[in-house]
Structures are given as structure tokens and as C-alpha cells.
């Protein structure tokens, strides 16, 4: 079982938004902004596509933004593409000795 | 921008040591920012830490593999290295190498490496 929990499972048609919800505690998430989220296509490494809640990496499209309350971080992308399809994890910085914790992921179907 | 490239063996037998090394290029292993880690996720599932180590050589495991883990850095060869001893089959697992930010960010990510554990 995962540290923070995420649905299994989200979907949305092309052109449309999706949100994916991370939920955790006031251990992780609500006691600091350090969420990231990642990528990953089938067969290939994940990606950082968020980090320190909201931030996006250079090359990353502006289709992906992120935002957090309380103990729930959310990803929401818009304008679905069909490169969107893949597996979302989340996750979130804590105190030692564990360090990191992740969501068990979302697959991201584009119908 | 940093590129990171694992190796070592694919397959290790129960009870033994896994020794992977990542390959770290685009900017000194030693200068940089970045803590060095190394991230497992088992066939069909989610991501698990293993571990990281800061510039200085401290090294940070996590809690549920009981001190099995050994990690170090070699500043001359632009790399740094994992051991993970007495394997068990559950540990199958691709096996990532990551250049890590503040707030144990995962920022750049070597292709990873499929590590199977079997006689």
C-alpha cells in the first residue's frame, strides 16, 4: 500500500482537462512544498514533469499545472493530447529516514 | 543538462550482492547540486527508494532494507555505485538512477536497468 493515494485510474477525450488527485497526510504533503509528479510511457523511465508543487521543468508544456491544499496535491492537464496517455505518480518529501514517499500511480487513458 | 546511464549485471541469484553503477554526464558529479539516488520499481507496480548519497559520500538508505544497502561515489570516474546484498526474488526490479534536487526531488533519470533474481 502506498504512502499517498492516488485514483487508479482517470480518463478524458482529446482537447479535454483531467485532474489526478494525491492525497497524504500533514507529514508529507501538507507539511511542505516539495510535491513532484512523473511521467512514465509503457517501457520507458519515468519523467519529472512538476516539482516543488507547481513548478515545471524547461520543456515542459504548459498544458500541465499543479497545485496543492491541505494534504492534497492535484495535477490537472489540459488540452489532452494522445501523447498524454501514460502512468502519473506522485510524490512528496519527508522528514528522515524515509525521505520520499509515492503515490502508487494513475494510468491516463485519452479516448 | 545531465545524463545518467546504468550498468552491472541483469541477473543475480538469491542470497547475493547486486552491484549497479550509473554513469553520470553533462556536469561534475562532485560540483553539483545534486544528491545521487537510486529508485526500484518492480514489474507492473509503483516506485520504491532505495537510496541516495550527498556529494560528501553520506549516505542515505531507506528504513525497510535493514542496512543492506552500501552506496559511494567515484569523482574520477564521473559515477557512483550501489550494492544491495542478499537479494531476495520479491527485489526483481527495474533499477533507476537519478540525480536528485532539494526536497528529494528526482530531477534527471538514467533509462534504468531490468535486474532479475533467480537460480
Known amino acids: 500500500q502506498s504512502a499517498l493515494t492516488q485514483p487508479r485510474s482517470v480518463s478524458g477525450s482529446p482537447g479535454q482537462s483531467v485532474t489526478i488527485s494525491c492525497t497524504g497526510t500533514s507529514s508529507d504533503i501538507g507539511a511542505y512544498n516539495f510535491v513532484s509528479w512523473l511521467q512514465q510511457h509503457p517501457g520507458k523511465a519515468p519523467a519529472l514533469i512538476i516539482y516543488d508543487v507547481s513548478e515545471r521543468p524547461s520543456g515542459v508544456p504548459d498544458r500541465f499545472s499543479a497545485s496543492k491544499s491541505g494534504n492534497t496535491a492535484s495535477l490537472t492537464i489540459s488540452g489532452l493530447q494522445a501523447e498524454d496517455e501514460a502512468d502519473y505518480y506522485c510524490s512528496s518529501y519527508v522528514d528522515s529516514p524515509i525521505f520520499v514517499v509515492y503515490g502508487g500511480g494513475t494510468k491516463l487513458t485519452v479516448l | 543538462q545531465l545524463q545518467l546511464q546504468e550498468s552491472g549485471p541483469r541477473l543475480v541469484k538469491p542470497s547475493e550482492t547486486l552491484s549497479l553503477t550509473c554513469t553520470v554526464t553533462?556536469?561534475?558529479?562532485?560540483?553539483?547540486?545534486?544528491?545521487w539516488g537510486w529508485i526500484r520499481q518492480p514489474p507492473g507496480k509503483g516506485l520504491e527508494w532505495v537510496g541516495s548519497?550527498?556529494?560528501?559520500?553520506?549516505?542515505y538508505s531507506n528504513p525497510s532494507l535493514k542496512r543492506r544497502v552500501t552506496m559511494s561515489i567515484d569523482t574520477s570516474k564521473s559515477q557512483f555505485s550501489l550494492n544491495l546484498n542478499s537479494m531476495t526474488a520479491t527485489e526483481t526490479a527495474v533499477y533507476y538512477c537519478?540525480?536528485?534536487?532539494?526536497?528529494?526531488?528526482?530531477?534527471?533519470w538514467g533509462q534504468g536497468t531490468l535486474v532479475t533474481v533467480s537460480s
Open positions: 537519478v540525480a536528485v534536487r532539494r526536497g528529494s526531488t528526482p530531477y534527471y
Open positions: 548519497i550527498d556529494p560528501s559520500g553520506r549516505v
Open positions: 553533462g556536469d561534475s558529479i562532485s560540483g553539483s547540486s545534486y544528491y
